[in-house]
């Protein structure tokens, strides 16, 4: 599977190239969403945003996989992620809110896999991943960024 991390500056993509810069499949392009996105099967978004926009309910610890019929110029497929508002629990703990979130990219990963093992038509191939849309309050951008590369499957062509 092909990932491309999209920005609107060069800047916003630096945390996310050092940490995913040597990653197989993995590219990066700066420029206005939708069209940066274009060509891929798929893009990644909040599951709060994602439902409300593109349909659906939001279940805990599930991403999901929803069709957009909106013509919007994003990707036909949109990767709802699981609701991680609340990474950090209770007690502020940054190592927990990071590792929480690491498990909400690869609840993304399951959903594109899952989706592709049933689907007879279609495969997502190439998921776009909105950096400014991926953020968390209270998280440096670096950090967001190593959580998803720790997500990110080992064989990443296995997808």
Request: aromatic share 6%; proline share 6%; net charge negative.
């Amino acid at each position: 599977m092909r990932i491309v991390f999209v920005a609107a500056s060069e800047v916003l993509l630096d945390p996310w190239r050092e940490a995913l810069g040597k990653a197989e499949g993995v590219e990066f392009k700066v420029g206005a969403m939708p069209d940066v996105a274009f060509g891929c099967d798929a893009i990644l978004i909040p599951g709060i945003i994602a439902h409300d926009r593109y349909g659906g309910i939001g279940q805990p610890r599930r991403a999901q996989i929803l069709e957009n019929l909106r013509g919007d110029g994003n990707p036909d497929l949109i990767v709802a992620s699981p609701n991680y508002s609340n990474v950090f629990g209770a007690d502020g703990n940054h190592a927990r809110a990071i590792s929480s979130l690491r498990e909400v990219f690869l609840a993304c990963f399951q959903a594109v896999e899952d989706y592709n093992s049933g689907s007879q038509d279609h495969s997502i191939e190439s998921v776009a991943v909105p950096v400014a849309a991926v953020r968390v309050d209270g998280l440096k951008p670096k950090d967001v960024a190593s959580a998803f590369a720790a997500s990110i499957p080992r064989q990443n062509n296995s997808i």
